[in-house]
């Protein structure tokens, strides 16, 4: 039993020290893993809450990869002719800074100079971006006679093909409506969605989107016969294919504000007479 429990961290030891190497660079002593081991090699770590990317030539020399602002805080984008020059001159049009663009880019220069070396390109990847939000809204497939507005707050995951301008995407949304004292109504929504990117550049986009199927948790307060107030609550499950629209705009390197508006019509729900108002704006960053 020793024996085994001896050979399991000596594995685990090695898998650690051959995925994880410490270089110097630029008199910093960093631990960087390897993700493409070629011609040239990406390293890369998350340092101080950052990612820092860096490129090894056949020569042994290091260099990082950078992405500073100037005065006018925009981004110089340095890395792509810090790439270029180490390509000779393959396009870094569309590259982005990201672990899965320059994994790409240094696989295709490496495939396109070494017949022996083998890609380590994956079409299937996904990447996923978490967002908050909050809005109003009016609830517009519940009975509110007097149109009343009360405040809702959301999160989700979103789930898209990791490439640089990705145009279809699924989401996993929750969210929250609250209740206010002209409208005794809250509901807890968990929806499953899909978007598709209408129009789709590299600094902002707009899309639709439709709710596939929900699950809502609600809570309301109604008159009785003898006119009495009776609390009670409810869970449904509905596949109602509610339509929206939206908007994400690149704040950042890997982030987003996004502007929604959830919910304008459903295929499967009436709306209750009011027209839809269901506005969120949020944040949204890359994971």
């Known amino acids: 039993m020793k024996k ?47 990612y820092r990317y860096f490129v090894k030539s056949e020569d042994g020399s290091i260099t990082e990869l950078k992405n500073t602002k100037d005065d006018n805080n925009d981004y110089q984008e340095e890395y792509k002719s810090t790439l270029s020059n180490l390509t000779n001159g393959m396009s870094t049009d569309k590259l982005k800074l990201t672990l899965y663009s320059l994994r790409n880019y240094i696989d295709s220069y490496n495939v396109s100079v ?43 995951l979103e789930i898209f093909e990791a490439n640089a301008i990705p145009r279809h995407s699924g989401f996993l949304q929750a969210r929250h409506a609250f209740e206010s004292d002209d409208f005794k109504y809250s509901t807890t929504e968990l929806a499953l969605g899909y978007r598709f990117r209408f129009i789709n550049k590299e600094t902002f986009s707009i899309y639709g989107q439709v709710k596939l199927a929900t699950i809502n948790f609600s809570d309301f307060t109604f008159l009785d016969e003898n006119d009495m107030e009776v609390d009670s609550n409810e869970t449904s499950f509905d596949i109602p294919f509610i339509f929206g629209i939206g908007s994400d705009i690149k ?36 994971l």
């Open 4 to 50: 085994i429990l001896v050979a399991i961290l000596f594995c685990m030891a090695f898998q650690i020290n051959y995925s994880q190497q410490t270089y110097n660079v630029n008199g910093e002593s960093l631990e960087l893993k390897t993700e493409v081991d070629g011609k040239l090699d990406l390293l890369w770590n998350t340092i101080d809450g950052k």
């Open 114 to 156: 070494d017949s022996n070396y083998t890609s380590t390109s994956t079409e299937s990847s996904v990447q996923f971006r978490l967002g908050f939000s909050g809005g109003i809204t009016n609830s517009p497939f519940v009975g509110n006679p007097d149109n009343t507005k009360t405040p809702m707050i959301g999160a989700e």
């Open 251 to 286: 704040v950042g390197n890997n982030s987003y504000i996004t502007i929604i508006y959830g919910e304008l019509f459903a295929a499967f729900l009436d709306n209750q007479g009011n027209f839809s108002t269901d506005i969120a704006v949020g944040y949204k960053f890359n």
